[in-house]
Every structure is written in C-alpha cells, then in structure tokens.
C-alpha cells in the first residue's frame, strides 16, 4: 500500500453552489431552514441560516452534516437502540434525524451536506437539492 494517496475533497466554491440550490429549494417548498456543508474529517465548511429559520435548526443541521460525514451514509439510519451508544461516542455530534446527506466522489466520501429546520421529508428535499448541484455523485 502507498504511503500518500492522492484525495479528492470539497472547495468552498462547492459549499456555496450546495448552499445556494438548498435555498432554492426551500423557498420552493416555502420553509425556512438552516443548511450545513462538512469537510471528510467532519470541519464545518458552509453553514446559512435563513432569516425565520427555527433558533435551533443550525445546530440539528451541523450535527446532520457530521453524522452523515462520518458515517458515510444518510442521516437517520441507526436503530434506535443504538442512538444512544453514537450520541456518546461521537461526544454529542450524532443525530438519527433524517436530512443529512454524504458527498461521494469516485467512491470515497468526501464531506457531507444537510438541511434542518423543516419537517424532516423537506429537509431530505432540501438537502438533496443541495447535493445535486454538484452534479452526478457517487
């Protein structure tokens, strides 16, 4: 195995497209919610709050964005038995609450972005809109 290998990862030209088509679609949807973009080693990149945006959407949102960085997969895939168990290994960040969602280039994870502040199937509209600005991932 190769020592360094090389690595893709988001810019902040791609937080912002993510952020921008989050917010398209959540005056689409007419709600007001927050939108997070983490980086692959779970580092807060992009973050809007919408003006009437619930007080705390943006820190449902961070921990949407971490949880589905980390993990690689959608938020809201843990057994409820389990949640617990994430929530202290992850010192809190974890969250099984549905709207976040893995950037996937070629593979391998490379952040992720998340909606809160909705009802939870908008958040997954919102945040999926976000994703898709970027264009075919995965």
Do not use: W
């Amino acid at each position: 195995m190769a020592d360094i290998v090389p690595t893709h990862r988001l810019t902040h030209e791609a937080s912002l497209k993510m952020i921008a088509a989050g917010v398209q679609k959540a005056d689409e949807l007419g709600v007001k919610i927050s939108l997070a973009v983490a980086d692959r080693s779970c580092q807060l990149i992009g973050f809007l709050m919408m003006d009437g945006a619930r007080v705390f959407s943006g820190r449902t949102t961070i921990k949407k964005a971490y949880t589905s960085a980390s993990q690689g997969l959608p938020t809201g895939y843990a057994e409820e038995s389990r949640v617990l168990s994430m929530q202290i290994r992850m010192d809190g960040d974890f969250t099984n609450v549905r709207g976040g969602f893995p950037v996937i280039v070629g593979g391998e994870v490379i952040g992720a972005v998340a909606a809160g502040g909705a009802s939870q199937d908008e958040d997954v509209a919102v945040a999926q809109a976000a994703l898709a600005a970027l264009g075919a991932l995965g």
